[in-house]
């Protein structure tokens, strides 16, 4: 191979050249190219090129050398690599064995979850149910409560101890004369029993306890009440009293919520009454309609402008 080389390069040497010092430095291939090796003696081209062929080699050398310890360590890495895998993995599998617990968990509690939503609906379908009952006992104890009054008349602002100078026949016929002479004429109302409410005297009290009469017979009741409600102002020795029909709490306070509305209808002759238990009527538009509720009436209201405009601060 050497011999090859030399003669390939014999050739194209000139018969003039010089003589140059020997580099001590082993020149590269590249180096080689560049040199200009016609005015090269055969000694220094000979030693020049087994200078390169030695410095190939050793570059050879140092790159098997460098290839095998990037390999050893490229190697190395692999392991740990490899190492860290099954560690990765490990980890891996743990984080999805505890996901997999905690979705298990979470289920758990969605179902537990499920269950106290269907038993608080449950609960709370009971409680309407109670309530429901509990509202519909009320309202039965208060139509009995009512029924066994039917037949009184609340008096509101006799004086106390009134009757027990004149007697209840006394201050009734003292009101019918005063306020309805034509009634007093031949008309026999008879009372079957005369009562204060409440029972006890509070000395706090400014007012006199309401008289509960109470008659024989319901026509004689319904006709002194629609005499006063005909009357709108009924007097008993010359100050203002009132005739009212005698319900239960439970009815009175319902009757009583009305009030504010029933007045500002009575101002504008709407002709408003209170029906049993506690309805509302009025005369609209030559029409007598009757409300359940102050909601009824304000949907009702939201129709007529002019109603709107009477019920505007009250309802």
Excluded: C
């Excluded at 026509?219 to 002194?224: F, G, Q």
Aim: aromatic share 4%.
């Amino acid at each position: 191979m050497y011999h090859f080389i030399y003669d390939l390069f014999k050739t194209t040497r000139r018969k003039n050249s010089t003589q140059k010092k020997e580099q001590e430095a082993v020149p590269k291939a590249r180096d080689l190219i560049n040199t200009d090796i016609g005015n090269m003696s055969d000694l220094e081209f000979r030693m020049t090129i087994l200078k390169v062929l030695a410095g190939l080699e050793k570059g050879m050398e140092d790159i098997r050398e460098t290839l095998s310890r990037d390999i050893k360590a490229l190697s190395g890495e692999i392991k740990e690599l490899k190492s860290n895998q099954g560690e990765i993995k490990k980890a891996i599998n743990e984080v999805q064995s505890k996901m997999e617990a905690l979705t298990a968990r979470i289920n758990e509690a969605e179902e537990r979850i499920s269950d106290i939503e269907d038993q608080m609906t449950e609960n709370k379908e009971a409680e309407q149910k109670r309530d429901k009952q509990l509202l519909d006992h009320e309202g039965r104890i208060r139509e009995i409560s009512d029924t066994i009054r039917r037949n009184n008349i609340r008096i509101i602002g006799i004086p106390e101890e009134e009757e027990s100078e004149r007697g209840a026949e006394g201050i009734l016929e003292r009101i019918i004369g005063e306020n309805f002479p034509n009634m007093a004429k031949g008309t026999s109302i008879k009372i079957q029993e005369v009562q204060r409410m409440p029972l006890k005297i509070n000395k706090n009290r400014t007012t006199p306890r309401h008289l509960i009469v109470k008659f024989t017979s319901l026509n004689d009741k319904e006709k002194i009440l629609k005499a006063a409600r005909e009357k709108k102002s009924v007097t008993y020795n010359g100050k203002n009293i009132r005739l009212a029909a005698d319900l239960s709490t439970e009815t009175w306070q319902a009757r009583k919520s009305w009030h504010d509305i029933f007045r500002a209808l009575n101002e504008k002759n709407m002709q408003p009454r209170i029906l049993y238990p506690a309805r509302l009527s009025l005369k609209i538009e030559g029409e007598i309609k009757s409300f359940q509720d102050k909601q009824q009436l304000k949907e009702f209201a939201n129709t007529k402008p002019a109603l709107q405009e009477i019920l505007k601060g009250v309802l």
